[in-house]
């Protein structure tokens, strides 16, 4: 079986060295929360499985466009739920694809936040489901969106930007990226400010 993965350009992973600059400094959190503890990792099983509303975390958001998804110029997704294509508004009925990181067991691989996870991101105002794999190459639990950031998960949103250029998409994930709230599996009645992530949020 050939995993499909999305991964964000060179520009994404690289930028974060330069991200003060580009952003003025990194984003803080809405809410203070701690560090999730990451189980010890092997079994194949997801660490966060059973993450309810209220164990709202604070992890890395970064984005990825139509232009530097895998392939290039497309919305392709590993896993798809609701979408079969990388898209969403953000409401709760049709939130926006979001990409985690994944380990490989074997020939087995296993995201970290299970597909069809529900996110809810206040930064943003929008809902997210997981539906599409962060990370590329043989040893997938080496890369930083498995290995995470500063201690704190890494998630990988959706931007959409196929109807502007690759700079404009590169500017606007630049925009979203850092230390934000992710409420896991969240009600419904969250405010929510609809549209792709590149029309409505950058």
């Known amino acids: 079986m050939i995993l499909k993965t ?23 959190p809405q809410r203070v929360s701690t560090p999730i503890d990451r189980p010890s990792i092997g079994s194949g099983d997801s660490p966060y499985v059973h993450l309810l509303e209220r164990d709202s975390f604070t992890g890395f958001l970064t ?10 110029g497309s919305a392709a997704i590993s896993h798809p739920i609701i979408h079969s ?17 994944h380990q490989k067991v074997g020939r087995k691989h296993t995201l970290d ?9 206040p930064s943003l105002k929008k809902y997210a489901i997981v539906e599409d794999t962060c990370g590329d190459g043989n040893a997938p639990q080496n890369g930083p969106c498995h290995s995470g950031r500063d201690g704190h ?9 196929s109807r502007m250029s ?6 606007c994930m630049r925009s979203i990226t850092g230390m934000v709230e992710f409420i896991p599996n969240p009600g419904p009645n969250y405010p929510v400010i609809a549209g792709p992530v590149s029309r409505s949020n950058c």
């Open 63 to 72: 984005g990825y466009s139509y232009w530097d998804n895998t392939p290039p």
């Open 6 to 28: 999305s991964f964000k350009s060179i520009f994404a992973t690289l930028a974060l060295a330069s991200m003060a600059s580009a952003c003025g400094s990194d984003p803080e």
């Open 153 to 161: 998960p890494w998630l990988d949103i959706y931007v959409d930007g």
């Open 113 to 121: 936040f299970p597909a069809g996870t529900r996110f809810y991101l």
């Open 85 to 101: 294509r990388a898209s969403g508004t953000g409401t709760y009925d049709n939130p926006v694809t979001i990409a985690v990181g």
């Open 166 to 171: 690759s700079g404009q998409a590169d500017m």
